[in-house]
């Protein structure tokens, strides 16, 4: 199961420098894999020394291409949606809601960041394809990108980026699905999860946040 955890931590690391406006889904993913490999090659040589330099370096790799507000705002589920904004009655909830999805946002992205960096310094290197869209693809609104990870098994892990385009035409994740595991899906049940136990108190959420741990996310894969 370790190499799962590994195909986890390339999804959520592949994301990289080359995203540009003009790159499609395909090109973006393709060409940031191997980017990835290469900070990842980079870092054996000083991240026991210096590791908030690699650290800074995944953020930096994620923050062009994962659209983490995006992706924060639906594992917040309804407390994170535009309609619940809408619903919200005066200028004071409007703007705690806000104050608490960019509090949330920078949570959540620090959290994946803290814990999955350092297994990423445990890749070894294998094989990874990224499948080239269909002629007809229709790239007008949300678009999947498909990957192989070739590890310890005969079938490749595969991994699905949902990806849509920014506002400045940039192609960017919104979600991941692994090994048919919604990421996405995963830590939005694990807001509401903490939302009830803390009586519907976000802040309270938030402030008690954590990432699911590599145990809790392979034994939910294993099943």
């Known amino acids: 199961m370790k190499k799962y955890f590994l195909a986890l931590l390339v999804a959520f690391g592949f994301a990289g420098a ?13 060409s940031t894999t191997q980017e990835l490999m290469s900070v990842i090659e980079e870092a054996r040589g000083y991240a026991d020394e210096d590791p908030d330099r690699f650290n800074r370096e995944v953020e930096a790799l994620l923050d062009r291409v994962v659209d983490f507000q995006s992706f924060a705002r639906g594992v917040m589920g309804k407390y994170g949606s535009g309609s619940y904004y809408k619903s919200l009655s005066s200028d004071e909830e409007r703007a705690k809601f806000r104050s608490q999805v960019i509090r949330f946002t920078e949570t959540f992205k620090s959290g994946l ?111």
């Open 113 to 223: 960041i803290n814990t999955y960096s350092k297994g990423l310094l445990t890749f070894n290197g294998n094989r990874i394809e990224v499948l080239p869209l269909d002629d007809d693809a229709d790239l007008s609104g949300s678009v999947g990108v498909t990957q192989k990870i070739y590890g310890d098994r005969p079938e490749p892990y595969q991994v699905y980026y949902t990806m849509r385009k920014d506002r400045d035409g940039t192609w960017k994740v919104r979600n991941v699905i692994i090994e048919g595991l919604n990421v996405g899906e995963l830590y939005q049940n694990q807001f509401a999860a903490d939302a009830r136990s803390y009586k519907g108190d976000i802040d309270k959420v938030i402030d008690n946040w954590s990432v699911v741990p590599q145990e809790a996310m392979e034994e939910k894969v294993a099943k």
């Open 18 to 30: 080359a995203a540009a406006a003009e790159k499609g889904p395909y090109e973006v993913v393709a």
